[in-house]
């Protein structure tokens, strides 16, 4: 899996950095959703196999605090870090603009606000749906951020997180969900289907952010990683040859980099993408049979959450550095090339020896 879940989350990076333009990949929120369906298979897996018994949601709870927060926080200093040395030596605010920008116009309720969650990641979905009156410094609600003037995502530091607070969030009902019959996991696909549904036919609301951010929307999808969990273990019993596995993922891969060229279904509605949901939903376990033993696929896979995080830091100084000196030729190629080697330092220094602490807390 490791090699997948790299591969989706350099799909991000090559969105937001237009590295490829001679060929057409699927875009971020594409690799976002397949990365929660991902998401909901190893929770699944975790909990049914590993979190176990008495306390096991409070260790559970905390190892993926562990897992997530070190490198996030680490991601957040350089930020600032960046931010005040590119003020210090070139005038420029970077990712401190909109705070250097509207300071005086935001009340301590919001000043608050961001803080909390630029700090602790809950909440990060919820600010695409909120806006900034300049008159009150309040926050107020609003349907579509984009209409909004300043845009309050603009201000998260890691802007590309708020999915790692809907993450949080799934990872806070899921010892209470996940391990239910397969029936009701089902019902609960279907209800979150029917909420998707719902704002999409009835409320009219066919824009971002209902259609990519709204946490009883993507539920569906989390779930569907349930269910290729219960396919992992039909695999398991019936015992496939190891060539089923390969074919699999061999076609996986391919129906990921030729997405966006297969014929569209219907122009209406993404049934193209559904489709792939579903097929990522039962490739998982193939994939997964495949490459777990691989301390290799293992190691790659260590690098997608690093990538995911950093990149945007990272663009935003190519940025920087082509405006002061011209003297980045590819701006892609770089972005790609600093973000792979930061993400490597960041597993080394700060994700291996938290890993060390999650697994010995485990076994005890």
């Not at 300043?150 to 530091?157: A, E, G, I, N």
Request: one cysteine or more; glycine letters at 4%; proline letters at 4%.
């Amino acid at each position: 899996m490791g090699v997948v879940r790299v591969l989706l989350a350099l799909l991000v990076v090559f969105d937001h950095s237009r590295v490829i333009t001679f060929y057409n990949l699927p875009g971020g929120p594409f690799a976002v959703k397949v990365f929660f369906i991902i998401s909901g298979f190893y929770m699944t897996l975790i909990l049914s196999r590993k979190y176990i018994g008495k306390g096991s949601y409070k260790l559970f709870i905390t190892n993926r605090f562990l897992r997530l927060y070190p490198i996030y926080w680490s991601v957040v200093a350089l930020t600032i870090f960046l931010s005040l040395g590119s003020y210090l030596i070139y005038g420029s605010w970077m990712r401190l603009v909109p705070y250097v920008a509207y300071n005086e116009y935001m009340s301590f309720s919001t000043l608050s606000y961001l803080g909390f969650v630029n700090l602790f990641l809950f909440g990060q979905d919820v600010v695409m749906f909120l806006g900034l009156n300049l008159d009150t410094g309040s926050m107020f609600f609003t349907n579509n951020f984009v209409a909004t003037s300043p845009q309050f995502h603009d201000f998260l530091l890691i802007p590309q997180a708020w999915t790692v607070g809907l993450e949080l969030l799934f990872y806070l009902i899921a010892p209470v969900i996940v391990r239910r019959k397969i029936r009701i996991i089902a019902i609960l696909i279907a209800l979150s289907v029917a909420i998707r549904c719902y704002i999409y036919f009835v409320l009219d609301l066919h824009h971002d952010p209902w259609t990519y951010r709204f946490f009883p929307n993507e539920l569906a999808l989390f779930l569907l990683g349930t269910v290729s969990y219960h396919i992992y273990n039909y695999l398991q019993i019936k015992s496939f040859d190891k060539n089923y596995h390969k074919l699999v993922f061999g076609f996986y891969l391919i129906l990921i980099i030729t997405f966006d060229y297969l014929p569209i279904i219907s122009s209406a509605l993404d049934i193209n993408s559904v489709l792939f949901y579903i097929i990522t939903c039962a490739s998982i376990p193939s994939i997964f049979i495949l490459t777990k033993s691989s301390k290799t696929d293992n190691r790659i896979g260590d690098l997608s959450y690093p990538i995911y995080l950093v990149h945007m830091l990272i663009i935003y100084l190519a940025n920087l550095l082509i405006k002061e000196y011209s003297l980045i030729n590819n701006r892609g190629a770089f972005v790609v090339l600093i973000t792979i080697i930061i993400s490597y330092l960041l597993v080394v220094f700060i994700s291996d020896p938290i890993e060390k602490i999650r697994q010995k807390r485990v076994k005890t």
